[in-house]
């Protein structure tokens, strides 16, 4: 009980540990955008594979009378909206930029989690941590360039905030002693 009590908000450890929620976050986030996008490529592609005179599908009876006509017609009419969005879209490069980042922000978090493990380890925060921490800064200033002109989802951003929360609560960091030289 006595441990809360000395939990000081104000250490410098916190921007250690906020970088690290922080970078957890965007990894969820950037995982639900990849996702998102390479959902709709595939469902494009298999919209399109479908709709083309040569596929298995256009063979089928069905299309041949009756509302099967009228069907096949629908189906090629959204076949070809869809051919003519997707390169406004841009999925497949959005997708390649999300995986760049997820997979820039893990090597981050890993980063971050062995800063972590050497201040528990060390019982303190001293010069060679903040000097590994200076080195993850830069690691994620490269990053946040690559993020300029992304819009961000509040609601999909608000939901992984709440994951992070129950990740990586507060009360489980590790706050080390303040000297009274510091």
Partial sequence: MAEKENRNIHHPVWNVYDSMRTTRLNILYYESELKTAEKYTLIMQI???AAVPSSAI??????DFGLGKYAWEIIVTISSF???????LMLPKKAKLYSELVDGYKILFYDLQDIKHKIEEDKDYAGKHK???KTAKER???LEVK???ISISQSLKKECQTKVAKELPAENF?????DENE
Avoid: M, R
């Fill in 82 to 88: 869809i051919a003519f969005i997707q390169p406004f």
């Fill in 58 to 63: 256009s063979g089928f009876e069905i299309w």
């Fill in 174 to 178: 590790y706050i080390p002693k303040e």
């Fill in 140 to 142: 994620k200033k490269k």
């Fill in 131 to 133: 000097k590994l921490f």
């Fill in 147 to 149: 993020e300029t002109g």
């Fill in 47 to 49: 919209a399109l594979a």
